[in-house]
Structure formats: C-alpha cells, structure tokens
C-alpha cells in the first residue's frame, strides 16, 4: 500500500509571496489533515477533511491560508501571503474513517526568507 | 482547552540502558492516547495506541501506561539501541466523535552507541 505523498519536500520562498502545497492521501482514505509543525514543537491541526468537506478548520488562519479537496482525493494547502511565523513543516496524513489510526507523509519543509 | 506537555524536551543515554519518556496532560476525559515516533525528515509513524480504558499497551520493546486520573502517560523503552534515537511525540484524542489529536512538544532521543 502506497503511503501519503507530499510535494515538494522543500521549498523556499521571499516573505509576502505565496506558495502552494500538495497532499496525495493513501487510495480510500476519506478523511484528509493538515499540520504546521513548527521547529521544536508537535505538530498543530490546520484543516480537516472528510471526504471534500471539511470538519475543523478552526486553527486555520483564514487571513492567509486555505485548503481544498474539490474532488475527495488529494488536497492543496495554500498560504498567500506568507509570513516569517509561517516557517515550519506541514504535514499531511490520512486516515480511512474519522475515528481509524491517521498516516502521516513525510512532509513539506517552508523557510520564509 | 487540552494542553500536552512532555518534558524533558531532549535525553542522551548510553546504549544499553532502559529509556523514560514522560507525557502530561491537562483535561483527564481523553478517548485514547498515542505515542509516535519521528526520524528526522520524516512524518510520524505510530507506536502504540492505549484507550482510555486500558493501562498499558506494549510492543516488543516498548510498553506504555496511562493514568487517565493524574493525567499521566510513560513510555518504556527496554535496551535502547542506537536505531531507538529519534524524536518521540505523544498525542491525546478527546472524544469519539472526530479525530482531532492535540500534541506534546516531543523529547528528542540520542542513544549513544
């Protein structure tokens, strides 16, 4: 079984720009997560999906982020215009019904410059 | 509002030696608890899952208890091996509807060979 997948696994942008991330979730997976894993710390629940609707949005600074799973399969997190703050690693994990063990991808690493 | 703390934040031990890892957290009604492990550059893969009506939950080497009234949980690491050195992250689920996991900050593991 093929894990989560995660592009890019780098990415290092100017701050005030905007940059884009992109989750595959494991094949019938429904429920979809996002994470910001700032240095040093556990990671924090941004956004969560179940199938294309989402559940928990309420950590997600709407000023600056958004999230998407138009079609119940892979997922964008967006952030425009990024902030130094926003640094950090986002995860993506999924997990085949809301209350079953979440897989975690490996990861996109953002440095704001 | 649940807060999860795990100190201390890093631990070196000798190669050999047992490892304790420690985890508080703050609202005792959690559904279940898990620990996970995090290499770096990596997601997060999942060690054991205890349920709020278990004790402990154990795996080869590692065994984790939970005392749900002081707000406690530990894991064991028996005979730490150099491959043992890793990020170890705990994370409390609150109810059973949902799967919002709320994380400790993680203890960063060296074992010295």
């Known amino acids: 079984e093929a894990g989560v997948a995660q592009s890019p696994r780098y990415k290092i942008i100017e701050k005030r720009q905007s940059v884009a991330f992109w989750c595959n979730p494991i094949?019938?997976?429904?429920?979809l997560y996002w994470y910001q894993q700032i240095l040093g710390q556990g990671p924090k629940l941004l956004i969560q999906f179940q199938n294309n609707g989402v559940v928990d949005d309420s950590q997600l600074p709407k000023d600056r982020f958004s999230a998407e799973r138009l079609k119940g399969v892979d997922s964008t997190l967006k952030i425009q215009p990024a902030k130094l703050e926003d640094s950090a690693v986002y995860l993506c994990a999924s997990s085949s019904q809301g209350d079953q063990p979440q897989h975690f991808g490996d990861g996109t690493r953002l440095s704001i410059l | 509002k649940q807060e999860v703390t795990q100190i201390p934040a890093a631990l070196s031990v000798p190669e050999g030696e047992n490892l304790v890892l420690n985890c508080s957290f703050t609202d005792s009604a959690i559904y279940n608890l898990q620990w996970f492990r995090q290499d770096p550059g990596k997601g997060l893969t999942s060690l054991l899952l205890?349920?709020?009506?278990?004790r402990e939950q154990t795996s080869g080497r590692l065994n984790a208890s939970l005392d749900k009234s002081s707000g406690r949980s530990t894991l064991y690491i028996a005979a730490s091996q150099p491959g043992d050195s890793a990020t170890y992250l705990c994370a409390v689920r609150l109810g059973a509807a949902g799967n919002k996991l709320t994380f400790g900050g993680g203890t960063r593991v060296l074992v010295k060979p």
């Open positions: 205890i349920q709020s009506s278990q």
């Open positions: 094949s019938g997976h429904a429920t």
